[in-house]
């Protein structure tokens, strides 16, 4: 035992320091599209890196024997902080082996950075800070955590003011999220930096130091601005009124208070002279930025209207399961069971975390958890007062009480943002970094004790080195690195699948077995699903494949994930595909059968969402059964009123079943409640069922055509004719029947169909010049002589129609009827002069004599 002041001065290793350099450069680590989700592809990296350095940490003190650890002497209230943290990481563990999804809470949401490995990582990466990086070193990593937030704010900025416009999206209304993919999150990695660089500013030795890190400070706080947080900016001035209400020397306080309440009351006349005065947000964006993120009203409407709805959800969810929670990451599952949409402005509020770390804590691992977490920071707190009290009395810890100061300033503000937000990969590294720095300062003064040498044999082995090495390669291949490929690949497939480059997309998705994909699969079987359901067009033939792959495919997540409300969403949306193709009855039956089964299921895990029902309803008009379809489209809409798809369910419902009029309004309901890209063809199918046929001509001409599908887009243009002759517009039957020909000139139904028009309407020049128009086309149907004859009959019907004699005369050239031909040119400059260029073009393309004796004409 040895009394030691500064005792890791030896211990601080030049290659630990390297690993906590990359950490901290890891926030801003972008590399589309294998970095996308970011956070969940930087956190693999991330935990490879902590259990390489465990690795090579064990390695150095069992293997080689050459590292020196030293720990303070046991004091219980020195470890208070310590001892409660790892109790909260008790609750975490203990709540993961009792959790609704057990493999869930373990490695987490892939579009997070959470779950119980990478907590474990992170709960390490601050305890090694403490125990190894010594001061030298901290100011090496503070440097380069200086460096990795200029690099964030400047893009933050280019994003803000577009610049490099061709290089960065841009982010002119503000929440500019730089490398970190999210504004808030972002704002509060900016709080720690914002800080720091203050504090440093106020330490600074010489001028050029001062302004070195004012700069820095401003350029932070600048980044914290154009965010739009207001959370932040509620965290940033809370944790200033702090810095400067108790500032560590006494012989600055009475201006540092004056500073205070200046901060304060400047804080207070800007939001209400932009309330008062909304007319200067309108000034530049800037001022626009400000505006909206201080208005009151959109305060209130984000508070009362979303939050403070979603949290009373989250205290069912508590209260369901007060003891451990939900689970680790678990949040959704709680939430979804006691979703309602109403009190939102959307009837699709997607949350997977609650926005409040505290409820956060409570839903996921429990009410004493929650309890742990809050005894934490306070314990933290209180030890922190005390190492700057003591420390304020030592001159060879003269920087360190305003360090520790800025570090309780910078936690106040923290769990501000925290209450309204969550946390995020970026803000886990640095709050935990500083957890490690606070460790470190709270321990500077105590008594250390150099832990013995291990002198037992067994460990200089090469046995048990070659196992931890074994360990250390298949944590980090099968999740990590083999997850960061997989993932690559099913991002990139789903990028090109929303920018319809869909052969590219089917080609990079279909060449892995997503369901051998590891910890990943429900994630990437779901993304898979998204590539089928935005690209299932280009495939049509392969629908029923792929529905079927899917439907397998779905299962298999469904078995790993059962509590996740969106896989069973999907296999009954795909099952329902497969009954529509299905032609044996029963196997319809069956498919439908089990189709309603998984959306049941859906409906049961999250009875709020509208989703499921909305699918159900399909799985009813396939079937037939549109009482039921009725039904169901009730209940949907009794749980908000505001979802448009089961409006057009009900509507199409309601007019098979012969209720029009009704089915009518609820059609345009849908319609005006957002239902975007109705299936009109549903619509017009029951309207034909009824025979008004006035309605289904009006619901098809909705119906979108897309003419690169050519048989697609002549399958539309003759259900049309059929739709048009039925309700008497003949013209438009024959125009449509026209269509169908230039799509498809070998259609033998085409000309049948016109004549049959003509009998109806024998005076139509519309469907006379359609057939003439069929049979001068090249094929088997040409027959010029008949195409001739319709001419001569709409030339003498209507003499000033030019038109007429140009096909006349075209018709006449390629008989070889030359004479025929000029005459009929001769005739379009009697009708229209204008035309004398081309009438002149066309003459000269017959023999010579003709032209000779226009000239002489």
């Known amino acids: 035992m040895k009394n030691n002041p500064m005792p890791y001065e030896k211990n601080g290793s030049s290659l630990v320091c390297w690993f906590f350099i990359v950490t901290l450069f890891l926030p801003i680590l972008v590399l589309p599209p ?134 960065f999206i841009a982010y002119e209304g503000g929440s500019a999220p730089s490398f970190l993919g999210n504004s808030t999150i972002l704002a509060i990695y900016m709080l720690f930096l914002t800080f720091l660089s203050f504090t440093f500013f106020i330490q600074g030795k010489s001028p050029k130091i001062k302004i070195a890190y004012g700069m820095l400070f401003l350029l932070f706080a600048s980044t914290i601005f154009i965010t739009g947080s207001r959370a932040a900016y509620l965290g940033l001035l809370a944790g200033f009124l702090y810095f400067f209400l108790f500032f560590p020397y006494s012989h600055k306080m009475k201006v540092l208070k004056i500073a205070a309440v200046a901060i304060l009351l400047c804080s207070v006349l800007v939001v209400a002279m932009f309330n008062l005065l909304p007319q200067l947000g309108e000034k530049n964006n800037i001022l626009k930025t400000v505006s909206s993120r201080v208005s009151l009203q959109r305060i209130s409407q984000d508070i009362f209207g979303t939050r403070l709805s979603a949290w009373k959800m989250t205290w069912q969810a508590i209260k369901d399961r007060p003891l451990l929670g939900w689970g680790p990451e678990n949040f959704y599952i709680g939430f979804e069971k006691y979703y309602d949409p109403t009190p939102f402005a959307t009837p699709k509020l997607l949350w997977d975390k609650p926005h409040n770390i505290f409820l956060d804590v409570a839903v996921n691992s429990g009410i004493f958890s ?13 030890r922190l007062t005390i190492a700057k009290r003591n420390q304020q009395k030592d001159e060879a810890y003269a920087d360190n009480p305003l360090r520790i100061h800025a570090l309780q300033a910078m936690f106040i503000g923290y769990l501000i943002v925290l209450f309204f937000n969550f946390d995020s990969f970026a803000t886990y590294i640095i709050s935990f970094f500083f957890i490690g ?30 196992a931890a090495l074994a360990v250390l390669v298949i944590f980090s291949w099968f999740w990590n690195i083999k997850p960061l490929y997989l993932n690559e690949k099913i991002v990139r497939a ?35 699903s998204e590539v089928v359901s935005n690209c299932a067009f280009i495939e049509p033939e392969k629908e029923v494949e792929y529905s079927q792959k899917m439907v397998s495919l779905l299962k298999t997540a469904g078995t790993i994930q059962p509590s996740f409300s969106k896989i069973w969403v999907f296999m009954g949306s795909f099952t329902n595909v497969l009954a529509a193709r299905e032609e044996n009855s029963d196997a319809k039956k069956n498919l439908l059968r089990e189709a309603i089964g998984y959306l049941q299921k859906a409906i049961d895990l999250s009875p709020g969402r509208q989703e499921a029902f909305a699918q159900m309803e399909k799985s009813y008009l396939i079937a037939q059964d549109y009482p039921a379809m009725e039904k169901t489209a009730h209940d949907c809409i009794a749980i908000d009123p505001r979802f448009g798809e089961c409006y057009w369910h009900l509507g199409v419902a309601q007019v098979f079943l012969g209720n029009q009029l009704e089915g009518k309004k609820n059609v345009e309901l849908a319609v005006k409640n957002g239902y975007e890209k109705p299936p009109y063809k549903q619509l017009a199918i029951a309207y034909m069922s009824q025979k008004n046929w006035k ?57 049948p169909f016109i004549k049959l028009l003509l009998g109806k309407r024998p005076n139509d020049s519309i469907l006379k010049s359609s057939l003439a128009f069929i049979y001068l086309q090249p094929g088997p149907q040409q027959e010029l002589s ?72």
């Open 494 to 528: 789903k990028n090109l699948a929303a920018e319809k480059h869909c052969q590219q997309a089917f080609a990079i998705a279909n060449s892995q077995d997503w369901s051998r994909s590891g910890i990943m699969r429900p994630y990437a079987i779901v993304k898979y």
């Open 370 to 382: 929650a309890l742990l977490y809050i005894a934490f920071w306070i314990v933290l707190f209180a």
């Open 695 to 751: 309605e289904a001509v009006l619901a098809y001409e909705q119906v979108p055509i897309y003419y690169e599908n050519k048989e697609e887009a002549a399958s539309i243009h003759a259900v049309l004719a059929f739709l048009y002759d039925k309700a008497g517009d003949y013209v438009k039957a024959g125009e449509s029947a026209l269509e169908v020909f230039k799509l498809q000139p070998e259609n033998p139904e085409t000309i």
């Open 786 to 857: 008949k195409a001739k004859a319709i001419y001569l009959q709409l030339a003498a019907d209507y003499p000033a129609n030019a038109s007429y004699r140009w096909e006349l005369a075209k018709i006449c050239y390629q008989l070889k009827q030359y004479d025929q031909a000029w005459r009929h040119a001769l005739a379009i400059l009697g009708i229209n002069p204008k035309a004398r260029e081309g009438v002149e073009e066309f003459i000269k393309t017959l023999p010579a004599e003709y032209w000779q004796s226009y000239l002489q004409r």
């Open 437 to 466: 720095y606070a460790f470190y300062l709270i321990t500077l003064k105590q008594e250390k004790i150099a832990l013995p040498i291990v002198q037992h044999t067994i460990f200089q082995k090469k046995l048990p080195a070659i």
């Open 34 to 167: 294998s970095f996308q989700p970011s956070d969940w592809t930087r956190v693999m990296l991330f935990r490879v890196i902590v259990i390489t350095l465990i690795g090579v940490l064990l390695f150095k003190f069992f293997y080689k024997k050459d590292l020196r650890l030293e720990l303070p002497a046991w004091n219980t209230s020195l470890y208070g902080p310590l001892i409660i943290l790892v109790a909260y990481f008790a609750t975490l563990l203990a709540a993961t082996v009792f959790s609704q999804d057990i493999l869930f809470s373990i490695f987490g949401s892939p579009a997070r950075a959470g779950g119980v490995l990478s907590m474990v990582c992170y709960f390490i990466f601050a305890v090694l800070l403490a125990l190894f990086i010594n001061k030298r070193q901290w100011q090496r990593l503070f440097h380069m955590l200086f460096a990795a937030g200029i690099m964030a704010s400047l893009l933050a900025l280019a994003q803000y003011f577009n610049v490099f416009k061709n290089i």
